[in-house]
T-cell receptor
Framework: EAGVVQSPRYKIIEKKQPVAFWCNPI?????LYWYRQNLGQGPELLIR????????DSQLPKDRFSAERLKGVDSTLKIQPAELGDSAVYLC?????????????FGPGTRLTVT | AQKVTQAQTEISVVEKEDVTLDCVYE???????LFWYKQPPSGELVFLIR??????QNEISGRYSWNFQKSTSSFNFTITASQVVDSAVYFC???????????FGKGTRLHILP
């Protein structure tokens, strides 16, 4: 069974440039999560989707971050414009549904470096 | 508010030694879950264990064991006879029932030296 797929694995951009990350969850998983993991820290939730609906985006910096999950399957997280402080690993996770939020499967992450 | 503290930032032990990773949590809920995840250099978070707050039985899985003590709000993780492949960052995490969120600690980086 394929796991959570993320691309790219690494991205280096200059500040003020836009960047996008893509995530394809495990087939059949309705709930999708985006986390940000700063260096030396644990992951922090940015946004959670139930199918195509964003049900928790309270931690998403909405001035520069946006996300979408148009067909309730794969998802894109965008930053525009990127700032130096956005350098981090962006992790995607999925679970079967909201009731199984405690069984999240994580992808390998995208390591973003903003110069 | 929920909080997870992993006081050990980094630990180094020689292969075959036992090592314990500490985790202390804070929550006002009586119903909650505790987790341990492993993050190897590849970056993926690998789920190791989940315990609910009503199950204080210690658990052993091969070389791994977990000691859950509600009296001290701790959920410690012990690796027996450590191996080089155990080198990774280990995260303790907490989720309050009904919150649908997992709150992670800052992690402990474990180095197993050959």
């Amino acid at each position: 069974e394929a796991g959570v797929v993320q691309s790219p694995r690494y991205k280096i951009i200059e500040k003020k440039q836009p960047v996008a990350f893509w995530c394809n969850p495990i087939s059949g998983h309705n709930t999708l999560y985006w986390y940000r993991q700063n260096l030396g820290q644990g992951p922090e939730l940015l946004i959670r989707y139930e199918n195509e609906e964003a049900v928790d985006d309270s931690q998403l910096p909405k001035d520069r971050f946006s996300a979408e999950r148009l067909k309730g399957v794969d998802s894109t997280l965008k930053i525009q414009p990127a700032e130096l402080g956005d350098s981090a690993v962006y992790l995607c996770a999925s679970s079967v549904g909201r009731d199984t939020y405690y069984e999240q499967y994580f992808g390998p992450g995208t390591r973003l470096t903003v110069t | 508010a929920q909080k997870v503290t992993q006081a050990q930032t980094e630990i180094s032990v020689v292969e075959k030694e036992d090592v314990t990773l500490d985790c202390v949590y804070e929550t006002r809920d009586t119903t909650y879950y505790l987790f341990w995840y492993k993050q190897p250099p590849s970056g993926e978070l690998v789920f190791l264990i989940r315990r609910n707050s009503f199950d204080e039985q210690n658990e052993i899985s091969g070389r791994y064991s977990w000691n859950f003590q509600k009296s001290t709000s701790s959920f410690n993780f012990t690796i027996t006879a450590s191996q080089v492949v155990d080198s990774a960052v280990y995260f303790c995490a907490l989720s309050e029932a009904g919150d649908d969120k997992i709150i992670f600690g800052k992690g402990t980086r474990l180095h197993i030296l050959p």
